[in-house]
């Protein structure tokens, strides 16, 4: 369950290893990683300090390879996950009624937009204008200046009518 380079005891095989493909942070059957090998077996042997420094220095390269290779799976299976959470939830929420968060940003985007409904009084009044400047001014009800206000007394008394109690 060891690799070579568990068992080299030269830079120059360990160089030509690891080009190669070899792998220093793989872990043998006693959970040693080729530089804890290299220094427990072979540290009376006269080049150890100098494989030693390498196979730390390709094992820092190597770390840092499978980080990014360990956070790039990561970040994609968590990618994955919120578009089957973002589907699950669009067939849950087919049928139901929007959230109030929901609402307030499709009013807002109408209202980015120039929706109809978010013009103010003071916008329709001069859409109205532009567009049928006759018809808005025109008086369709002149018989309001005809009807009397309600309680009004015709008898010309200070004091209004009095009103029924509707009975609340």
Not at 1 to 21: D, E, N
Not at 22 to 30: A, D, L, P, S, Y
Not at 89 to 106: L, P, Q, V
């Amino acid at each position: 369950m060891s690799t070579p380079l568990h068992y080299c005891q030269k830079r120059s095989i360990a160089v030509l290893l690891t080009r190669a493909g070899g792998q220093t942070t793989v872990r043998n059957i006693h959970n040693m990683t080729p530089v804890a090998c290299v220094m427990a077996e072979h540290k009376d042997k006269p080049d150890t300090d100098e494989l030693i420094e390498f196979l730390m220095g390709v094992n820092k390269v190597q770390d840092r390879e499978n980080f990014k290779k360990e956070r790039d799976a990561n970040r994609a299976q968590r990618e994955e996950l919120d578009q089957l959470k973002r589907e699950a939830y669009g067939r849950s929420a087919a049928g139901k009624k929007a959230t109030f968060k929901e609402k307030a940003m499709k009013d807002y985007e109408r209202w980015r937009q120039g929706g109809e409904e978010f013009k103010t009084n003071i916008e329709k009044r001069a859409e109205n204008r532009r567009k049928k400047p006759n018809e808005f001014f025109e008086a369709k009800d002149e018989a309001w200046r005809e009807r009397r206000p309600e309680g009004h007394s015709t008898t010309g008394g200070d004091i209004p009518a009095p009103r029924t109690n509707p009975g609340y």
